[in-house]
């Protein structure tokens, strides 16, 4: 049905589907991805959706050659630029600061960001057809088997996607591996289609983030996280907020009365996703008004309400 053959035709409609805001399951040598604009917000909420990922994991940007993926970083180092020459296109993410027009929800909030080169004519296409930089989890639901085939896909995100283009079975097999510079020297964050002896020949030794001063692998680990400076407390959506000029509200759809350092309106329409796009800019507005406290409103515990309440708890933890 929504299934199709790699072709150029295919692969105009698909890109044309990503520049609309659309999502679109494809091949890279290491597993299918399940992709979206990386520089619009909605769309990338409807991967979180699709998913059903149950907070927000941030999503690896994939760039069709090394010279536009390294504009999405603003910082490169020797050690990162070489691996880039040495591996890109290939199976290897890596993690940087990330520039200023990488949107926080790609990145759930943090200062770096992920990206990476594919190594598979059909996905280099797709992302020059589309002409933007495409956010791509694995194209399977959360925690499940990563996909290697379209069918795969389909079995797992039926019509979820709005197109699956069909490139036959993945060569790798396995995700990319992902090494970060976060700490300004490599550290290991995943293991992956390219094995670390090829990347330490270039890089030289690269930690584990497993061990060394209980670094969590990845983000989405810590119990605590996407705190801001401000405490954040939960509240009922229709609950009565004390006001005052050091405290600031988060509020689902409707302005909140009374007094605040500051408000913010996750989405007028009362659209999940719209809120879930807008959730860490919010809170970042509400962190620098000064505020002492930050109420949040509980939000419909369903869709991506699930991923935002999930945010909201590690926040508040
Ligand atoms: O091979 C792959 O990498 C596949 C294909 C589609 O490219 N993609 C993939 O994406 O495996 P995903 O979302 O399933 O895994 C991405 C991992 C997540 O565990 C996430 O926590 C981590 O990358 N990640 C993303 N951005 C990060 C960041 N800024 N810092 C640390 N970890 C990050
Ligand atoms: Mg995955």
Redesign the pocket.
Known sequence: MKLRRVSAVSIKTAAARLRAGGVVAFP?E??????ADGLNPRACARIFEIKGRPRF????L?ECSAARARRLFSRVPAAAARLMKAFWPG?L?L?LP?AAAVPAI???G?K???V?V?AHPTALALIKAAGRPIA?????SFGRL?PTTAAHVRKQLGAGPDLILDGGKTR?G???T?I?F?GGRPVL??P??LPLEEIEKIAGPVGSAGKPKGRP????CLKKHYAPAAKLRIVARGAKVKDGPRTACLAFSEKPKGKFAATAVLSPAGDLREAAANLFGALHRLENSGAKVIYAQRVPAHGLGRAIMDRLRRAAA
């Open positions: 890279t290491t597993v299918y991805g399940l992709g994991d941030p999503l690896i994939h199976p993410t993690v990330k790609v990145t759930s943090l770096t960001v992920a990476r594919p791509a989890p694995s194209a399977n990563s790798i396995v995700e990319s992902i970060t976060a964050l995943r992956g289609g692998p990845a983000p989405g």
